[in-house]
């Protein structure tokens, strides 16, 4: 790599944003959004441009996240968690008295907010798992006085969507063979019937979205008699469904609605790229300004009550984050601020789209960023796995992309069966394949990028946290002569550990576990074949773990039993726990610390270049 192309701190990239998450008031008068106080990001609020900037919170300890007004204009809502245990407590900021409010001051109770709406600006729809904790019930918020009024006691509900009044009118109940069942009623004093019952092979694909304005039709995404997920509408009087928007490879990744009528405005696909297609003329004109003026990824965040002005972000793959306040009469698209300004002192990579063909014929997507300044032949190569599994890698910005392209590796990430976005067909492949042809494909992506002449055979790591976590512990045991190294962060080491110790509220979702990855009981075997501990003593390349002693997905004993096992053969690893995280890093303290961790490890086994 050429020495003339500057290292880019650590800090630049996984410490704090200068300013994150605007949010606009219902007036359009204020702007809040997040920044660091003394290392930790709080909540502030100015005007519409910014200015008479102060902060309205005193967070001291992991920082605050998300910020979004509620529809009075006077309270602004975020969630915090303690410790990363991913119990959230709805807090409120009154503006008018400076006060925060914890409005769900519950011991290990989970609040998430349901809905909202301007017609009701002083109630949030929340739920919280207090009585049970493997399901929430649905509350009525009062903002002023805080008082909670249960509005519906669970039957049996994974997810709820309220009408315009504020009803829960829809909700998705799980089956225990792994579908789904969306349930729907007219009114809070009806009985619920099913709308639409799907099996495991559409239950991801499967989901209600919003209430039309006059609450008789529902919009949905559907992946019934079709291969990607598509929009429709359901008729709840003539029980008819239009499909509004399809693709018939990509899932629909996002809707625009109105915000008055409930009217779709544009869909979004995730191809290769975002691309947006306008259903409402109105907003035609609006979209090409902000597609056109622009560079990178566009997407709206927030809008006033008029719906006349939008806070608007870009997301590039070589850059800070913009965001934008877009005037929708004047067609203007002035700058508010950029996330990370003092990256643009940088030269960072692009992002590449590819696609490969998998030993078993399935097209396989991703993308590959190269270090700049150097010939693209014989690199050394960090293959860097997603999460979920049932997520998938996107084009943009990606803090662990530019740091390891900018230390002189070749980034690979691809989109292995199972993934999300590309059908059901491509995600339904990945069932039962954990440490098999959904690793075979991250093995195919290594090798592909060989023969190309891109990939050092011999200089290859394999990267990644949660799922990812668990395919560099299956490529350290599995396929150890693949990779030179691995690096995991809370990766699963014990498939039938972890599916025993999920989180309760995720506990009606049980079937979905047991038929895309494997149930304990008749499938003990499998499970276990499948599991990187079953192999721990085929460990023979370094290895570096990473854990959250909070984490409420990947308990830390699914690091610590791996761990042991190492010890007790006597292989050489490196373990780091953090006792004050969870499933993934908060605090840019112990990111900066991680990674400072990971980079020197890469150095030693890989070669690339290092920070002091």
């Not at 002083?122 to 009525?140: A, C, Q, S, T, W």
């Not at 972890?498 to 149930?519: C, K, M, N, V």
């Amino acid at each position: 790599m050429s020495p003339a192309i500057l290292l880019v701190p650590r800090d630049v990239l996984f410490g704090n944003p200068e300013r994150t998450g605007p949010s606009l008031s219902p007036d359009g008068r204020q702007m809040a959004w997040l920044a660091p106080v003394d290392g930790v990001l709080n909540v502030f609020v100015g005007a519409a441009d910014l200015t008479g900037a102060r902060p309205v919170t005193d967070d001291r300890d992991r920082g605050i996240r998300t910020v979004a007004w509620a529809h009075d204009g006077r309270h602004l809502l975020y969630v915090q968690d303690d410790g990363g245990d991913e119990n959230w407590r709805l807090h409120a900021i009154d503006l008018d008295t400076g006060g925060d409010r914890d409005l769900t001051p519950f011991d290990e109770v989970q609040a998430q907010v349901v809905a909202m709406d301007k017609r009701h600006p002083d109630d949030v729809l929340i739920g919280l798992n207090k009585e049970r904790p493997e399901l929430h019930d649905v509350y009525r918020l009062h903002l002023p006085t805080g008082d909670l009024t249960m509005v519906l006691d669970n039957p049996g509900f994974v997810g709820f969507v309220a009408d315009r009044e504020l009803r829960v009118r829809a909700g998705v109940a799980p089956r225990p063979d792994g579908g789904v069942t969306i349930m729907v009623r007219d009114s809070t004093d009806d009985d619920w019937r099913t709308l639409v019952d799907v099996g495991q092979e559409d239950a991801l694909g499967t989901m209600p979205l919003a209430f039309s304005e006059d609450g008789r039709h529902l919009l949905a995404l559907s992946s019934v008699d079709a291969n990607a997920s598509r929009l429709v509408r359901h008729d709840l009087d003539g029980d008819t469904v239009e499909v509004v928007a399809q693709d018939d490879r990509y899932d629909v990744a996002d809707v625009r609605l109105d915000p008055d009528t409930g009217q779709v405005q544009w869909v979004s696909f995730l191809r290769e790229r975002v691309h947006h297609e306008p259903l409402d003329e109105g907003v035609r004109d609006d979209l090409a300004v902000l597609t056109d003026t622009e560079r990178g990824e566009m997407a709206v965040l927030g809008e006033d009550h008029t719906d006349r002005r939008w806070v608007v972000a870009y997301v590039r793959d070589d850059g800070p984050t913009r965001y934008h306040l877009y005037d929708r009469d004047a067609r203007s698209l002035p700058l508010l601020f950029e996330d990370r300004p003092e990256l643009g002192r940088y030269d960072l990579a692009t992002m590449e789209p590819f696609r490969m063909t998998a030993r078993d014929g399935l097209e396989l997507q991703g993308y590959l960023t190269a270090p700049i300044g150097t010939e693209r032949r014989d690199l050394a190569t960090v293959l860097l796995v997603h999460g979920g599994p049932w997520a998938r890698d996107l084009w943009g910005y990606d803090p662990q992309v530019q740091w390891l392209a900018n230390r002189g590796y070749l980034v690979l990430q691809v989109n292995f069966r199972g993934s999300t976005g590309y059908g059901k067909r491509f995600l339904n492949a990945g069932d039962r394949a954990w440490g098999a042809a959904m690793h075979d494909d991250l093995v195919d992506t290594v090798r592909w990028a060989v023969e190309q002449g891109f990939a050092d055979p011999d200089r290859v790591a394999i990267q990644g946290g949660s799922y990812g976590g668990y395919a560099a512990l299956v490529g350290a045991t599995f396929t150890p002569e693949v990779f030179a190294c691995a690096v995991d962060l809370v990766g699963p080491s014990n498939l039938q550990t972890l599916i025993a110790s999920i989180p309760p509220y995720w506990e009606p979702l049980i079937a979905q576990f047991h038929t895309r990855i494997g149930h304990p009981e008749h499938d003990a075997d499998l499970l276990w074949q499948r599991s990187p501990l079953s192999r721990a003593d085929q460990v023979s390349i370094p290895l570096l773990i990473g854990q959250g002693a909070n984490d409420p997905r990947v308990k830390q004993a699914e690091s610590e039993q791996f761990v042991t096992a190492l010890r007790e053969q006597g292989i050489d690893h490196e373990y780091l726990l953090f006792e004050d995280e969870g499933h993934g890093f908060a605090k840019p303290e112990n990111r900066l610390t991680f990674y400072a961790a990971v980079e020197a490890f890469l150095a030693k086994h890989l070669g690339g270049r290092q920070e002091p």
